[in-house]
């Protein structure tokens, strides 16, 4: 989420944007505005929109048209880093939506790359969950709407481990070498040795996360695969006994094998929100705020929900969906979200956690 802490794991298997009957414009920035900086004109039946693979199906896409006659332009990003460069550097490549998870969000909001979002507008972000709706960085809201949110926890194979297990801790036991995954994201994983060790897991101190780095290469003669995108396969198959894994991945794991348990660990709860965002100078904001208003309407938000496994932060959304998705989709308790941690801009430190990262994957 970060080079991207879940760009992998959010990519789940569904209906290609690129097919859509919307233009999904791939690495570009969407086709130039006609309407003119001056506004004087009435705003383009256009929004331009930058996001994940999976967020619109084609039915909320069609429906959308149909209801406002507001063609998307989509373009899809693999990473949050993806985004940051589009959005941190000249204008906004005309993008009048972006999806950003939370630690990207407080950067943009720090180079002043965001518009103040007028909620007044967008009169279904009533159905949002006050816990997702406010950060240390922003504790008004005024930068974003949340959109869905999860975590990394532990996932493993109950018939192929013979022990409990409650912690990160206890996947440095010698009965789990080289049978582990784990998610391949540098300040996820050594945020969580940081816990570990007694330090947050969003340190900016060099010495701190040189030792954190130093805890993970004790950990990584257990780790088989780094592909955190893979994990639902490598835990049903039996290729791996356990692995530190998004939380979507564990109802996806269990619909092949019943034997997967996930576990909420008593370190630390690594937590990550996306959120819609407006890019500063955004030339169809009227669009904008009708296009995540729609999508925060509870019956719409539940269908796009349907088609990943990631919750949604839409609470009505939650309650409409078939009971046995909503509790598959619940591996992460919304009454444990107040103990999580959520990972923070980390600003030049960041070049310590890659350098670590380096190190241990060598």
């Given amino acids: 989420m970060i080079a991207a802490r879940k760009a992998s794991g959010i990519l789940v298997s569904m209906v290609a944007l690129t097919s859509l009957l919307f233009t999904a414009c791939g690495g570009g920035a969407p086709a130039a505005s006609g309407d003119g900086a001056g506004g004087a004109k009435e705003e383009e039946k256009v929004v331009n929109v930058m996001g994940w693979a999976n967020y619109l199906p084609q039915s909320v896409v069609d429906q959308f048209k149909q209801e406002t006659g507001i063609k998307i332009n989509y373009t899809t990003i693999t990473s949050n880093a993806e985004l940051m460069a589009k959005l941190s550097v000249g204008d906004n490549h005309g993008f009048d939506v972006a999806i950003a998870g939370a630690d990207f969000v407080e950067p943009l909001m720090k180079m002043d790359k965001l518009e103040k979002i007028n909620k007044a507008n967008i009169p279904n972000t009533k159905y949002i969950g006050e816990d997702f709706s406010k950060f240390a960085f922003d504790p008004k809201g005024e930068y974003f709407v949340p959109a869905y949110w999860g975590g990394e926890i532990i996932a493993y194979n109950e018939k192929l481990v013979d022990k409990p297990i409650t912690s990160f801790k206890d996947l ?103 959120n819609f965002v407006i890019p500063k100078g955004a030339k169809h904001i009227s669009n904008a705020e009708k296009f995540i208003d729609f999508l925060n309407k509870p019956e719409i938000s539940r269908d796009i929900t349907l088609e990943q496994p990631y919750p949604s932060a839409n609470l009505e959304a939650m309650k409409l969906l078939p009971d046995d998705v909503r509790e598959a989709m619940e591996v992460i308790p919304a009454s444990e979200i107040k103990r999580g941690t959520y990972f923070t801009d980390v600003a030049e430190a960041l070049q310590y956690y890659d350098r670590a990262w380096t190190e241990v994957k060598q």
């Avoid at 701190?208 to 088989?224: D, R």
């Fill in 172 to 274: 440095f036991d010698p009965q789990f070498a080289n049978s582990l995954v784990a998610v391949d994201d540098a300040h996820v994983m050594l945020g969580i040795m940081l816990a570990m060790l007694g330090y947050s897991p969003n340190s900016t101190d060099e010495k701190e996360i040189k030792e954190a780095g130093e805890l993970m290469k004790k950990l990584a003669p257990n780790i088989k695969s780094y592909e955190g995108s893979d994990a639902d396969r490598l835990l049903a198959s039996g290729e791996v006994k356990a692995g530190i894994v998004y939380n979507g991945k564990v109802p996806m794991a269990r619909k092949e094998n019943p034997s997967i348990k996930a576990v909420l660990p008593t370190e630390v709860l690594p937590l990550w929100q996306d």
